[in-house]
């Protein structure tokens, strides 16, 4: 897994620029914080980086105590941070793995060994291997070793004498460590070049600030003049164009006009000769109406006498049609009627026996 983005903590905006321009060439986006609060204000605000490089000593939060926020929230405990410090040592980077920290980078950074802990870390993080919670150090902050350490016993002490104090037996007491010049010398050596970092750094800081903003003002003021230089070119040069083409738009207009001139002439001799019909086209169109209307007469004679003769076939068939249904009209009238009567006559040979016979019934009886 490639690291693609990544949060510099850090108080120093020189720090900040010299890493930051390392991440850049490696094509990874950059955000930057001045102080702990500030990167802990992102994280809540912005989508979580890749990686984090905080810095150890910081005024307000310091580096540990940004570490153990950032490790005790779930959302941001998985997020890698590399610890950026002036002094690197296994007890020291021992320590500060106790607190999550993944590992420690020597400032100021080398583009080797920057190189070479980002392709470490892609690689554990693609495996896994990235420590997501610190382990608990009983409250104990983690301190930067000092260039020479000095090796006193836990409860020792020391005396502002150079003379020990005899014991019971004559000797001196075990757990006091007398404060010699040498000692001394130690001390106040720490001491002066803590002084002269913290103030080496603020310098550092105030120094980069105003060049940074020196800078700043001189690409601006040198943007607007190369602005104001280059428009006033540019109108120089329109202006310059203007006039040499003044002379080659009236000789081309000129020009154009002419062939428009003569190309209209032509036209409107073509258009004269060409104009209206002529006696010879009259005559050609009167002999065509005439051809025409010949045609069309025939045409319509032969209709009429077409629809004449189909006029009578039409009347003949419906005539005979008629006089057919009339006969077979009078034909089923002539068998209705004849029906009739001889049912009538029957009906009444009928009546005539019945009556006969009721009378010889009656007579007879």
């Excluded at 989508?47 to 307000?60: A, K, S, T």
């Excluded at 006089?323 to 029906?339: E, G, H, M, P």
Aim: hydrophobic fraction near 40%; aromatic fraction near 4%.
């Amino acid at each position: 897994m490639a690291i693609k983005n990544a949060l510099l903590v850090d108080d120093s905006k020189v720090a900040r620029f010299a890493l930051s321009k390392l991440l850049e060439s490696r094509d990874m986006e950059v955000n930057m914080a001045g102080s702990a609060e500030e990167a802990l204000d992102f994280l809540k605000s912005h989508d979580r980086p890749d990686v984090i490089f905080m810095d150890h000593l910081m005024p307000g939060m310091n580096g540990v105590e940004a570490t153990k926020a950032i490790k005790n929230n779930p959302e941001t405990a998985g997020i890698p941070i590399i610890m950026c410090t002036s002094k690197k040592s296994s007890s020291f980077m021992e320590e500060a793995r106790n607190f999550g920290v993944y590992n420690i980078l020597t400032k100021p950074p080398h583009n080797e060994g920057l190189s070479l802990m980002l392709e470490q870390l892609a690689s554990d993080v693609e495996q896994g291997n990235v420590p997501d919670a610190p382990v608990e150090m009983n409250g104990h902050d983690l301190q930067e070793p000092d260039e020479e350490p000095m090796d006193f016993p836990e409860d020792a002490s020391v005396q502002l004498s150079p003379k020990a104090e005899s014991g019971l037996n004559g000797h001196s007491a075990p757990n006091v460590v007398p404060l010699t010049s040498d000692l001394i010398e130690q001390i106040a050596r720490s001491a002066v070049k803590t002084h002269i970092n913290n103030r080496l750094h603020e310098l550092l800081s105030s120094l980069f600030d105003e060049q940074f903003d020196h800078l700043k003002r001189a690409l601006d003021e040198t943007r607007s003049k190369q602005e104001a230089t280059i428009e006033e070119r540019l109108e120089s040069l329109s202006k310059m164009l203007d006039e040499r083409t003044r002379n080659l738009r009236d000789e081309v207009a000129a020009e154009v006009n002419l062939n428009l001139g003569r190309e209209l002439t032509s036209l409107k001799k073509e258009l004269s000769k060409n104009a209206g019909f002529t006696s010879e086209h009259m005559a050609e169109l009167k002999d065509h109406i005439t051809s025409v209307q010949t045609i069309d007469t025939e045409f319509w004679q032969t209709l009429q006498s077409e629809a004449i003769q189909q006029a009578h076939e039409i009347s003949r068939e419906t005539a005979e049609d008629i006089a057919q249904r009339t006969i077979d009209l009078y034909v089923s009238q002539q068998r209705s009627a004849n029906s009739r009567i001889y049912t009538v006559g029957l009906a009444v040979s009928l009546g005539i026996f019945s009556v006969g016979i009721a009378w010889l019934s009656g007579l007879f009886g």
